[in-house]
């Protein structure tokens, strides 16, 4: 099973597994492609409100966020 572990952006360890989650993966991240029409509900800029397009499980390869280890 493919899995990307990502660590808490507010460093709480007793968040998800000791400060860390999992998030599924597939072998093409690449292809689960899809719009965020509503950016202003995530990380856009105030103003920005132009439709986002966000790849990978959960918008993981889209968002400030980055894998730390990476299993297959």
Known sequence: KRQVSTQSTWGNANFG?????RVARTSDEASLCGSDVTPQD???CAGDDEAINV???CGILYDTSYPLHASA
């Open 17 to 21: 597994e000791a400060g860390y989650i």
């Open 42 to 44: 995530g990380t856009a």
């Open 55 to 57: 790849c990978g499980t």
